[in-house]
């Protein structure tokens, strides 16, 4: 009958065992110095070698020439053993025995002595599916054992094994196998059973097998059964439904393009294909780690599991990103696997996943903000519309409504804009005028530039700096009973501010009502001279006209609370 490969090649000494030397190293000084323990736990993720190593410790404490490290294999106990037949050599499967009726069953088994061999050794596997009921029941046993007696735990979740129980064995934690490890034994069985295989094709398998001998060797198994005496890397890639770097690099091209069209072609040929697009995102994260993980280590490093040429094309792939770019990719596209774990429209999260991939590509890095703002001149303001003379004419149709709603925090920046702009010589017109009485009944259109004036100087005499900045970047007039404001929609709030009604009130010694048109202002916004009486220091007005810092404030915005003079 046929044997699979990971039972035929199974290891048989120590010596045989890939990888795990911290464990065979201890196992064999603990047999030539005679301090053999009564209890192991073996620990690791699958595949690793727990119980193979467990099979060999047991041939060596009962092989007729030992205790020893390298058993003879020859002997009646050594062959037993091997084919699984030893009476002294009781492997329990914890999975299906895992109550308190099977170890209680195991503890008076555990009374009588060997029958043939030197110790009566119990291996048990999958030992953190016991009960806790049943592990108190060995509790006991465990701890005072009789001195023939050796139990050895496997289990690939020691955390689940009770602190009772780890603390009265020795705990070995196996470790996954390193990919180049894996890749030369794999090549040493196909050399065996004659099977020509290239290092890619063998690293596809060793990658399948994520670390795992056994995992590793049955999938080198089944590409034997599917594609004969050659292994051929596109072969083996199309069986186990991996993706070859070529197709995972259509997506870093897209990216270097900046092009998401591409990026939906990548999920129309994986649904045309077949592909399970859940496994190419996972396929796609592992992508970008190597990458990362290339760009940053070198393509000599043993970091990555990928075969010479492999790494090679990778860290060609990888001179073109940053690192802050690779990184980004990376954290985005293990976000979209998760988000595919849940998703019933897989495609459409695939889709919208990679053109989120395109745009994270075209965002600049704080630092290079910062530094175009040094180098670069301050940038040119709009040029506005000359205001209008004092004669002009008010508006004939009432402005729409305010708008009402919150605004947002770039809106609210740009509002607080410093009143520090040179003064600009007013016209004689504006000046020529004078406001009218109270008592007058009827009043003619006041000058816009002469009432915009007042209303500054009184907000800023009264401290209402924010809503004389408002009026700064406003054009006001006065018609009659309305007094008429048009600026940008991100001010609506300021003018309907009662402070605001209030300062009109005592301005114009009437109450006006407040008419507010949205967009910018079509006639006068002029700077309004800076009062005379030295409000803001020295110190605030250099910072404030400093081009720098009104370039910064151009580009992103912000508010300046607190201005300190350092050399005080």
Same mark, same amino acid.
């Given at each position: 009958?046929?044997?699979?490969?990971?039972?035929?090649?199974?290891?048989?000494?120590?010596?045989?065992?890939?990888?795990?030397?911290?464990?065979?190293?201890?196992?064999?000084?603990?047999?030539?110095?005679?301090?053999?323990?009564?209890?192991?736990?073996?620990?690791?993720?699958?595949?690793?070698?727990?119980?193979?190593?467990?099979?060999?410790?047991?041939?060596?404490?009962?092989?007729?020439? *030992?205790?020893?490290?390298?058993?003879?294999?020859?002997?009646?106990?050594?062959?037993?053993?091997?084919?699984? *037949?030893?009476?002294?050599?009781?492997?329990?499967?914890?999975?299906?025995?895992?109550?308190?009726?099977?170890?209680?069953?195991?503890?008076?088994?555990?009374?009588?002595?060997?029958?043939?061999?030197?110790?009566?050794?119990?291996?048990?596997?999958?030992?953190?599916?016991?009960?806790?009921?049943?592990?108190?029941?060995?509790?006991?046993?465990?701890?005072?054992?009789?001195?023939?007696?050796?139990?050895? $735990?496997?289990?690939?979740?020691?955390?689940?094994?009770?602190?009772?129980?780890?603390?009265?064995?020795?705990?070995?934690?196996?470790?996954?196998?390193?990919?180049?490890?894996?890749?030369?034994?794999?090549?040493?069985?196909?050399?065996?059973?004659?099977?020509?295989?290239?290092?890619?094709?063998?690293?596809?398998?060793?990658?399948?097998?994520?670390?795992?001998?056994? %995992?590793?060797?049955?999938?080198?198994?089944?590409?034997?059964?599917?594609?004969?005496?050659?292994?051929?890397?596109?072969?083996?890639?199309?069986?186990?439904?991996?993706?070859?770097?070529?197709?995972?690099?259509?997506?870093?091209?897209?990216?270097?393009?900046?092009?998401?069209?591409?990026? /939906? %072609?990548?999920?129309?040929?994986?649904?045309?294909?077949?592909?399970?697009?859940?496994?190419?995102?996972?396929? /796609?994260?592992?992508?970008?780690?190597?990458?990362?993980?290339?760009?940053?280590?070198?393509? %000599?490093?043993?970091?990555?599991?990928?075969?010479?040429?492999?790494?090679?094309?990778?860290?060609?792939?990888?001179?073109?990103?940053?690192?802050?770019?690779?990184?980004?990719?990376?954290?985005?596209?293990?976000?979209?696997?998760?988000?595919?774990?849940?998703?019933?429209?897989?495609?459409?999260?695939?889709?919208?996943? /990679?053109?989120?991939?395109?745009?994270?590509?075209?965002?600049?890095?704080?630092?290079?903000?910062?530094?175009?703002?040094?180098?670069?001149?301050?940038?040119?303001?709009?040029?506005?519309?000359?205001?209008?003379?004092?004669?002009?004419?008010?508006?004939?149709?009432?402005?729409?409504?305010?708008?009402?709603?919150?605004?947002?925090?770039?809106?609210?920046?740009?509002?607080?804009?410093?009143?520090?702009?040179?003064?600009?010589?007013?016209?004689?017109?504006?000046?020529? /005028?004078?406001?009218?009485?109270?008592?007058?009944?009827?009043?003619?259109?006041?000058?816009?530039?002469?009432?915009?004036?007042? $209303?500054?100087?009184? $907000?800023?005499?009264?401290?209402?700096?924010?809503?004389?900045?408002?009026?700064?970047?406003?054009?006001?007039?006065?018609?009659?009973?309305?007094?008429?404001?048009?600026?940008?929609?991100?001010?609506?709030?300021?003018?309907?501010?009662?402070?605001?009604?209030?300062?009109?009130?005592?301005?114009?010694?009437?109450?006006?009502?407040?008419?507010?048109?949205?967009?910018?202002?079509?006639?006068?916004?002029?700077?309004?001279?800076?009062?005379?009486?030295?409000?803001?220091?020295?110190?605030?007005?250099?910072?404030?006209?400093?081009?720098?810092?009104?370039?910064?404030?151009?580009?992103?915005?912000?508010?300046?609370?607190?201005?300190?003079?350092?050399?005080?």
């Amino acid at each position: 009958m046929y044997q699979v490969i990971a039972r035929k090649y199974r290891p048989q000494t120590f010596h045989d065992v890939v990888n795990q030397e911290h464990v065979k190293t201890t196992l064999a000084n603990a047999i030539a110095q005679k301090r053999i323990a009564h209890g192991y736990i073996f620990s690791g993720q699958r595949g690793t070698g727990k119980t193979t190593i467990a099979r060999i410790l047991a041939r060596c404490l009962n092989c007729i020439e *030992g205790p020893t490290a390298a058993p003879c294999g020859i002997c009646a106990s050594c062959k037993e053993i091997a084919a699984g *037949g030893s009476p002294d050599v009781i492997e329990i499967d914890a999975a299906s025995n895992r109550g308190i009726n099977e170890m209680r069953e195991l503890r008076e088994n555990v009374r009588y002595q060997p029958a043939r061999d030197r110790y009566k050794i119990f291996i048990v596997d999958e030992a953190h599916q016991i009960t806790n009921e049943a592990f108190n029941a060995l509790l006991k046993t465990i701890e005072e054992p009789p001195e023939w007696a050796v139990f050895v $735990l496997c289990t690939t979740e020691a955390q689940k094994i009770p602190a009772t129980i780890a603390s009265r064995c020795q705990h070995f934690s196996f470790r996954s196998v390193d990919f180049d490890d894996l890749t030369s034994r794999m090549a040493w069985i196909c050399s065996q059973e004659g099977i020509e295989a290239d290092a890619e094709a063998l690293a596809v398998l060793a990658v399948a097998g994520e670390g795992s001998v056994r %995992d590793s060797l049955s999938a080198l198994d089944q590409a034997i059964a599917c594609c004969g005496s050659k292994l051929v890397a596109a072969e083996v890639r199309a069986l186990l439904g991996a993706f070859s770097i070529d197709s995972l690099a259509k997506v870093s091209q897209a990216l270097v393009a900046s092009d998401p069209r591409r990026m /939906l %072609d990548v999920v129309d040929d994986l649904e045309r294909s077949g592909q399970n697009l859940q496994h190419f995102s996972r396929e /796609l994260s592992r992508y970008f780690r190597n990458l990362l993980v290339t760009r940053i280590a070198g393509s %000599d490093t043993r970091l990555v599991a990928a075969s010479p040429s492999e790494r090679e094309r990778m860290a060609e792939i990888a001179a073109q990103f940053s690192e802050e770019d690779l990184t980004r990719y990376l954290q985005l596209s293990l976000d979209l696997f998760r988000d595919l774990q849940f998703s019933l429209q897989p495609r459409f999260h695939l889709e919208i996943g /990679l053109v989120r991939l395109v745009h994270a590509g075209r965002l600049i890095k704080i630092e290079d903000a910062l530094a175009g703002l040094a180098s670069s001149e301050p940038a040119a303001r709009v040029p506005q519309a000359p205001r209008p003379s004092a004669t002009a004419p008010p508006p004939t149709s009432a402005p729409p409504a305010p708008v009402r709603g919150a605004l947002s925090p770039f809106d609210l920046d740009r509002a607080k804009k410093a009143a520090s702009r040179p003064p600009e010589p007013q016209s004689s017109g504006a000046n020529a /005028l004078a406001p009218l009485s109270v008592e007058a009944p009827a009043r003619a259109p006041e000058a816009a530039g002469d009432a915009r004036t007042r $209303l500054h100087a009184h $907000l800023t005499a009264a401290g209402l700096t924010h809503l004389a900045d408002a009026v700064e970047n406003a054009a006001v007039s006065v018609s009659g009973s309305d007094l008429n404001v048009a600026a940008a929609k991100s001010y609506a709030l300021y003018f309907n501010d009662r402070g605001f009604n209030e300062a009109v009130r005592q301005v114009f010694g009437r109450p006006l009502n407040v008419k507010f048109s949205a967009g910018e202002p079509g006639g006068a916004a002029a700077p309004i001279p800076a009062p005379s009486s030295g409000a803001a220091d020295d110190a605030t007005r250099r910072a404030l006209t400093n081009p720098e810092v009104q370039r910064f404030r151009e580009v992103f915005g912000g508010e300046i609370r607190t201005i300190r003079n350092l050399k005080e």
